[in-house]
Each structure stands twice: as C-alpha cells, then as structure tokens.
C-alpha cells in the first residue's frame, strides 16, 4: 500500500472482461473475489481488511497487462495469491499506536504521575534499575535487554519475567493506596 493508485473505470472494465466475458458473470466473480480476500485477511487478523482485499485487487489490475494473455486456470487463485503477498506487507508494518483512552481531568494524570515517581522511589536500587530497564526498551531491543539482564543477574530468563512480575504488583498496589489517599484528601 506504499502508493495511492486508485482503480478507474477503463482499467476495471478490463478487470472484468479478463475474469469472464459475460459481463454479469464477471460482476458476480469480482464481488465473490473481494468478498473471499475481505474474509481471508479478516481471518488472519487484519485491522483493515476490506483495504488490504482493495490493494488486492489493484495490484492484480495494474498488472493485468503483463498476465491476462499468459495466466491460465482460475483467476481467483492469482487474487488470493497477491493477497498473501500483501498480508506479508502488512505483517512487517509496525503496527498502529493503540490510542490513549482520554483522561476527562489533567490533573488525574499528573496524579498518576507524581504517585509513580513516589512508588518507584520507594523501591530498594536493585529492584527499580530490574523494573526500569525491564520495561524500556522496544521490540527486539526489549528482548535483547532482558537476556542481558538475566544474565547479569546469573538468573534464567523465566526468573527475571517472575521478579519483573512481582515488582510490578507491588508498583501497582503502592499506585493504587497512594491514588486512594490522595482522593481522600
């Protein structure tokens, strides 16, 4: 999906006629196509499944020159697979940000804050280093520095999952008295 061609009616109506010459027929074919690939990538847990089907389809349009003379057998089955190709895309994209639910009062989240800087002071060195370095990485970096941890530790990687646990319960638990005590005030 790295550009914004879009399907025009010339190039469609030799989509149509490539899939069958009854012009009805190929309608039919086209919307069973669309319909399976929306299936497909919903299946395979696609965000944006009727995108994905529709970058499909204009791949398979925008090379339609190249194929309709020398591809032989079911067109379906060259619509699906593109379709893999694009769900391959599409699963080396990051995925989208999840959105931050909205906090209806700023001051909560500055709340939130200051009684997690206070949890996370109160923790013996050790266990806030574990707990900060446990959680600031990203994706491959993450993995990497949890191994490394662990082996700093002299702990398997399944200890150091246990202990970065725990610490986050205790944070949680401390956030949540800390939370209560301020809006009892």
């Known amino acids: 999906m790295s550009d914004k061609w879009t399907l025009t009616r010339e190039p469609f109506d030799a989509l149509l006629a490539w899939l069958d010459p009854d012009r009805e ?3 039919q074919k086209y919307e069973d196509i669309r319909r399976r690939l929306i299936k497909i990538f919903t ?3 696609c965000a944006t499944p009727e995108d994905l089907a529709d970058e499909s389809i204009n791949r398979v349009v925008r090379r339609l020159k190249d194929i309709e003379e020398v591809y032989t057998g079911d067109r379906a089955l060259y ?3 593109v379709a893999n190709k694009v769900f391959l895309e599409y699963l080396k994209r990051p995925p989208a940000p999840a ?3 909205p906090h ?3 001051d909560e989240v500055e709340l939130e804050y200051v009684c997690l ?3 996370v002071q109160h923790l013996p060195p050790e266990n806030r280093e574990l707990v900060i370095r446990y959680y600031q990485k990203e994706k491959r970096a993450k993995i990497d520095e949890r191994k490394q941890l ?3 530790l002299g702990i398997a990687l399944n200890a150091l999952r246990i202990r970065a646990h725990r610490i986050r319960v205790g944070l949680q638990r401390c956030m949540q008295e800390c939370l ?3 809006e009892a005030s």
């Open 25 to 27: 027929q190929a309608g």
């Open 43 to 45: 299946c395979r847990g």
């Open 79 to 81: 619509f699906y697979g």
């Open 99 to 101: 959105p931050m639910p």
């Open 104 to 106: 209806e009062n700023p």
């Open 117 to 119: 800087e206070r949890c």
């Open 150 to 152: 662990a082996k700093q």
């Open 180 to 182: 209560e005590r301020q």
